[in-house]
T-cell receptor, first 114, second 112 residues
Framework: NAGVTQTPKFQVLKTGQSMTLQCAQD?????MSWYRQDPGMGLRLIHY???????DQGEVPNGYNVSRSTTEDFPLRLLSAAPSQTSVYFC?????????????FGEGSWLTVV | QKEVEQDPGPLSVPEGAIVSLNCTYS??????FMWYRQYSRKGPELLMY????GNKEDGRFTAQVDKSSKYISLFIRDSQPSDSATYLCAMSLTGANSKLTFGKGITLSVRP
């Protein structure tokens, strides 16, 4: 059971380039989300999805795009990378509902925009 | 005022010490309270989860929630070097609504 898998682990982009961070989960979780983590800022929600075909914005959505065509995958697209998007990105998934509130995080993707 | 405030740290303690980590929050509607542990270059992993007020104990870890004071704590007894990590508090409105609001995190170092 792989859990939540993120690729790539590390990436360097030039300003203005576009790229996609991949996220896949094999737990059949309905809920998936993307966070960014910056020093002194904690984790902030970028976008989330409660199921295939449904996405919504989080706290810091500008400059990012998402889609959810399958239950398993939730890619995050940077449309035109900016140095302010240098960060560590975490994908997370959770079964929708239930008595607990356990979210499983991926290992992270380190992105540097120069 | 941010919704969730966490002591900034870093924190360094000797092995065997009792560690107290704290967060305060402003939104009285928060119902679920979590503590995540994050090792360097890894994703956060759930350490403790509490619904509403009260205490929860798991081995050397105890989580406390005081909703009247909007204050949560994580206690680590007999701290070990393997406890060295960043600890993040998080909270949410409902279980089904999994939009977590995180504190900034505090880095703990336990010296052998």
């Amino acid at each position: 059971n792989a859990g939540v898998t993120q690729t790539p682990k590390f990436q360097v982009l030039k300003t203005g380039q576009s790229m996609t961070l991949q996220c896949a989960q094999d737990m059949n979780h309905e809920y998936m989300s993307w966070y960014r983590q910056d020093p002194g800022m904690g984790l902030r929600l970028i976008h989330y999805s409660v199921g295939a075909g449904i996405t919504d914005q989080g706290e810091v959505p500008n400059g990012y795009n998402v889609s959810r065509s399958t239950t398993e995958d939730f890619p995050l697209r940077l449309l035109s990378a900016a140095p302010s998007q240098t960060s560590v990105y975490f994908c997370a998934s959770k079964p929708f509902g239930g008595s607990g509130n356990t979210i499983y995080f991926g290992e992270g993707s380190w992105l540097t925009v120069v | 005022q941010k919704e969730v405030e966490q002591d900034p740290g870093p924190l360094s303690v000797p092995e065997g010490a009792i560690v107290s980590l704290n967060c305060t929050y402003s939104n009285s509607a928060f119902q679920y309270f979590m503590w995540y542990r994050q090792y360097s270059r890894k994703g956060p992993e759930l350490l403790m989860y509490t619904y509403s007020s009260g205490n929860k104990e798991d081995g050397r870890f105890t989580a406390q929630v005081d909703k009247s004071s909007k204050y949560i704590s994580l206690f680590i007894r007999d701290s070990q070097p393997s406890d060295s990590a960043t600890y993040l508090c998080a909270m949410s409105l409902t279980g089904a609504n999994s939009k977590l609001t995180f504190g900034k995190g505090i880095t703990l170092s336990v010296r052998p």
